[in-house]
């Protein structure tokens, strides 16, 4: 089965993305997450990539599609997986579509967990990463066990550069523009759900499972 996760910045996506694939057995894949391993490890992927995540603007598609190809022809994914923050352009759906439909394949189900604009900030300025695995949690609506700690791995939690308000601002605006003419591309498609992102964690974890059946 082959996922997409849309939904604004802070909208949950990523925090439903893990339990999905824990659930179904799939990897998870963030682009988001690949860019901030290769910021820790400094290389020039890294360096370039941080000058745009910093800013909250896009990494460019030039740099974005590859990276995503190459990982989704690993041999972990031959039994499909789930894309958190891929597509975030009608490019970089297009591009992924044509590489699938070269072997035959393609997308089974876009799901966008819909969150109001209002409650986004709110939600982000709470939003904690952990530095080790990339779990979030949120200091209010998801605390971690010990303050500061990952459940997960022990690692250490950091609010990301990227999650402060003038940035997250930016960031929105961003997805407006870029991410969410998404939405009508899979609704073409056919496969487009969405699930109310202002419900409970485990609520909208069980509506996204009652589609994926
Ligand atoms: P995320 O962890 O998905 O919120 O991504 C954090 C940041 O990484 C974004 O604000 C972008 O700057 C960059 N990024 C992640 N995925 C993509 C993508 N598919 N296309 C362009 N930029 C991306």
Redesign the pocket.
């Known amino acids: 089965m082959k996922i997409i996760m849309l939904g604004a910045?802070g909208a949950g996506k990523?925090t439903q993305a893990i339990k999905i694939a824990e659930k179904y057995d799939i990897p998870h894949i963030?682009?988001?997450?690949i860019?901030r391993y290769n910021i820790k490890n400094n290389t020039e992927l890294g360096k370039e990539a941080k000058k745009?995540?910093d800013a909250?603007?896009?990494?460019p598609d030039e740099l974005?599609c590859d990276l995503l190809l190459d990982r989704v022809k690993k041999d972990d994914c031959k039994n499909g997986y789930i894309l958190?923050?891929?597509?975030?352009t009608i490019p970089?759906a297009e591009v992924l579509d044509e590489a699938l439909a070269k072997n035959g394949e393609k997308i089974d189900h876009a799901i966008n967990v819909n969150v109001p604009d209002e409650n986004i900030v709110e939600r982000m300025s709470g939003r904690r990463t952990c530095t080790d695995c990339g779990e979030t949690y949120h200091i209010k609506y998801n605390a971690p066990s010990r303050e500061g700690i990952c459940d997960r791995c022990g690692a250490k939690l950091i609010q990301r550069d990227?999650d402060k308000p003038e940035t997250v601002q930016k960031?929105l605006t961003v997805y407006h523009d870029q991410t969410e003419p998404l939405i009508d591309y899979y609704k073409n498609k056919g496969i487009y759900k969405e699930v109310d992102g202002t419900k409970s964690m485990d609520i909208v974890f069980d509506d996204i499972c009652n589609i994926l059946g």
């Open positions: 910045p990523g963030s682009t988001g997450d860019f745009y995540m909250g603007k896009l990494v974005t958190d923050g891929y597509p975030r970089q990227d960031r």
